[in-house]
Nanobody, 125 residues
């Protein structure tokens, strides 16, 4: 069992940067595949990025590739999402998720059993 809490969201202008944090308690992040998803109003939750630290794997959605970096600090049991060159279409609630290592694509909501409450990111034009 792991509990996740996101932080670092806020209101920024287009072109700005923002770093989201996801702190875990209960189990170390290294026991899980970890991902960020986002959900804009009226839209389905969509994949942003995934990291499997113990397997050395990361991947990103095409919509954020080159602008976003996922990383993990095992000493702090925290995962980060560094977002640069933000666009208004990045506006959404961002969710941290953790799930078992399955050998899957790690970009589907159903692959993750633990979720944080979410952090709002709003990008103004």
């Amino acid at each position: 069992q792991v509990t996740l809490v996101e932080s670092g969201g806020g209101l920024v202008q287009a072109g700005d940067s923002l770093r989201l944090s996801c702190a875990a308690s209960g189990r170390p992040f290294s026991d899980y595949a970890v991902a960020w998803f986002r959900q804009a109003p009226g839209k389905e939750r969509e994949f942003v990025s995934h990291l499997s630290w113990s397997r050395g794997m990361t991947n990103y959605a095409d919509s954020v590739k080159g602008r976003v970096t996922i990383s993990e600090d095992n000493a702090k049991n925290t995962v980060y999402l560094q977002m640069n060159s933000l666009k208004p279409e990045d506006t959404a609630v961002y969710y941290c998720a953790a799930g078992p290592y399955t050998g899957g694509t790690y970009d589907r909501v159903g692959e993750y059993g633990f979720w944080g409450p979410g952090a709002q990111v709003t990008v103004s034009s």
